[in-house]
C-alpha cells in the first residue's frame, strides 16, 4: 500500500500551491511588481531630483553650480549617458560632454526609459527642460535565460515549499489554541477594539485578538507560542523614572509578568513597541490573571489600547508650541526694533516730533516737581535751502545726517537730540540751566562749523532757553529758543542767543521784526501723553484710521512750517493726530462697511464727530485746538451746511487740516492758495514708511503687536479669543497689503471654528508667526540696506 503524505508535507504542499496562484493572479491583475517599472521609476525619481536642484541653481542664477552638479550626478551614476539642461526657447544652457549629439528627443513628447526629460517651472511659467539620456536597463541573470515571471514561480515555489515545512513543523508542535479557546470565544475577541492577548503560564501568546495583529502588524501565526516579552517592548513610565534618576540600568517588569508572579491585576500603564515595519506603537496595557475552577492561575490575559495617535498629536503639538515660543521670541524682538524705528527719523535717526514731545513732556513735569533745571535748544542748520537749490536734495540729505550725527555726538547721554521738521533739531537738556545750556550750545556749534563737506561749509544758528526763563509749558520753552534762534539768523547767523538776551517785548517771525508788543494769548498746555493714549486706543479699536490721522499729522506740519510759530505748530500736529477721534465708538457695521453710508448711517458717523470734538475739549481744554477740529470742514467759500466762518477767518489751522479732495475742491471749500503749498509739500516728502514692494513699518509693527496677543491666547488656549483676533488680522493685513498674512489668518480664523483641533490651530497659527515676522524681517532687511528717504525736500 502506498504511503500517504503527512500533515504538514499536505499543508505544505496547499500553501505553495496557493501562494502561486495568488502570485499568477497578481501578474494577471497586473499588480506583481516589475523590475524593469522599478528600474524605470528609479530613473524618474533621479531625473526630479535633477530637475529640483537645477531650478534652485537656475533661481540664483548660479550657471556654475549647474555644471558641477550635472558634473557630479553623471560621476555618480554610471547609467547615465549625458545630461543637459535646455531652455523654453531650444537653446542648451548647460550639457555634459556629447549631449547635443547623443540626444533624440521622444516623438511624443513623452519620457522613455532610456530618454527623460523633466519639465522646470519658475512660479507657474515654464522656464526650461531637464534632459538625462540612460542606459538601456539590464535584468538579472536568471531573467536572461527564462522568462521573469517563469523565473519568479520557481523561486517562490522551491523557498515557500522549504520555508512553510519548517515552520509548520515547529508551529504543530506547539499547543494547538484551538484546544483551549473555543471558537466562539475567539469571535468575540475579535469584535473589541482593544488588543487582547491571552498568555500561557510562561508567558507565551496562545492566542491574539484581530485588533492586536493589526495595529502591530504581526499575523497569528507569527505571535503564535512566542514570548510576549520578546517582542521590542519600551516602559515610558519606567523610562522616563529612570531617566530623572540618572540610572539607564534600573527597570521593573512588565505587567504581564508581574501578574504572572502575584496573581494581582495591572491597569494603566504606558508602553511603547518598536515595529521597523508598521513603526513606533503607544498602548495603554492592562493585564489580569486566568484562573481555572479551582483557583488556580492559568495564565494572563492582557488589553493593548492603541493610544499611537494621541501620543503623537501629544508630541506634535508640544512641538507646535515649541515652535511658537521661539518665533514668539524673534517676533518680540523685532517689535523692539520696531519700536525703536517708529521713534525715529528714518534719515538722520534722532528722536521724531512724536517722540520728542512725549520725552519733553515727561521731563518738564519732573523738573517742575523737584525743582530742577530745564533747558532747550533750537538748532537751524544756515541757508539749507541753497545747499539743496545749489548742490541738490541727495547733498542736503547728506548734511541732515552729518549734521544729526553731530550733535548726537556733542550732546550728553542724558540730552534728547529731536529733529524737529525740515533743516530744524531741537534738543533738551534736562539738570542744565541757561549758562550751561549756553556754553553746550557753544560746543554744537563750533563742532557742525567743523564738519568737513566737500565743496561747502555748513554753520547753524541757536536759541537757546530754560525752564527758569517763566515758560508756561514745554510748548512756551520751544517758542522762546525759537524766538533766540530767529534773532541769531537775524543778527548775521552762525551764533548762540539765550533768552535772557533777548528784548522781551521782541517778536520775530522769518519776514520781520516788529517792536510792537503783542498782547499775550493765555497758554493752554497739552500733555502729549494723553494725546498718545487717545491716539492708541483709536489705533486699537481702528488701526486704518489712527495710521490715517499720523499721516495727516505729519502732512500738516510739513504745510504749517514757516506759517505758523511752533507752539500753534503743535497745537495743529495734535488737532490732526485727534481730528478722528469720534470713531472710536462707531460701530463695525459702519466703520468697516466697504460699500457706500446710507443717510442715517451718515448722520450717526457725523453724530460722533460732535463726540470726538467733546472729547478732545474735555480732555485739554485748549480752544485753539478745539476750533481746528471743528472747523477743518468748512467750505472757503461758505457753501453747504457751512453756519461758521468762512474764507481766510476759517482759522489756519483748520485750513491745513482739510486734507481731503484739495484741488476739485479749491476756491470753493478750500483756501487755494494753501492747496498748492500743501500739494508741493505732499510731493516732496515721499512717504518715508510705505516701501516699494513691501510691507511699511507701520504695518510690520502693527502686525507684530498683533501676533503678541495672538500667542498669548495660543498659550492660553483662548480658542475664542484666537479667531476674533485672527480675522481682525486678516482684514487689516489685506488693507495694508499683505495677502499672504491675511491669507494664514483666514485659515487660523477657520480652524479656530473647528472644534477640538487644537493642534491644527496651533499649527496655523505657527505658519501665521512664521509669516509675520518673515514680512518684519524683509522691512528690517530693507531698512538697513536702502538708502534713507529724502526727508530733507521739507
Known sequence: MKKSLSVTSRITLSLVAMGLTILLGSQLLGILPNERDAIVRGRSSLCESIAIQCSVLAMRGDQAGMEASLRAVMSRNTEIQSIGLRQEDGTILVATPSHQERWTAPEDGQSTETHMQVPIFEGTKRWGTVEVQFQPPTTSWLGRYLHPLVALSLYFGLSTLLVFGGYLRKVLNQLNPSRVVPQRVRTALDTLAEGLLLLDPQGRIVLANQSFTETTGKSLDELMGKSVSSLDWIDKEDKERSEEAGDSKARSAPPWEEVLDDGQSRRGRIMALSDSAVGDRTFVVSASPICDESGRQRGAIASFEDVSRLEQKKIELSTALQTLRLTTEKVKEQNQI???LATRDPLTSCFNRRSFFEQFDSLWNSAKRYNQPLSAVMVDIDHFKSINDNHGHSVGDTVLQKVAETLM?????????????????SILMPNTDILAAAA???RIRKALAAIKFPNLSVTASLG??????SAGGPQELLDQADKCLYV????????????DQVASDLIVDERSVSRTKEAKPPQTTIPFPAVTALISALGYRDPDTASHSRRVADLCVSVAHGLMSMSNCYVLETAALLHDIGKIGVPDSILRKPGKLTPDEWAYLVKHERIGLEIIRASFASEEMSLIVENYRRHFDGRGENLGPTGTRIPLGARIL???ELRRCAGTQFDPELVERFIKATAQNRPETVLANRVSKETALRIGQDIERLAEAVDQQDIAGLKVMAGHLAESAAKQGAPEIAAKALELEQAARQKGDVLGVIQRACELLEYCRAAQSSFLEHTSTEEPCASSRA
Not at 537757546?464 to 526763563?469: A, L
Not at 541769531?488 to 533768552?499: M, P
Request: zero cysteines; glycine letters at 6%; proline letters at 0%.
Open 464 to 469: 537757546v532757553s530754560s525752564i527758569s526763563q
Open 338 to 340: 520696531l519700536e525703536r
Open 488 to 499: 541769531a539768523k537775524r543778527n548775521g547767523r552762525n551764533q548762540v542767543v539765550r533768552f
Open 409 to 425: 555726538k556733542t550732546a550728553r547721554e542724558t540730552d534728547v537730540v529731536a529733529r524737529y521738521g525740515g533743516e530744524e533739531f
Open 440 to 442: 553746550s550750545a557753544e
Open 658 to 660: 482739510a486734507f481731503a
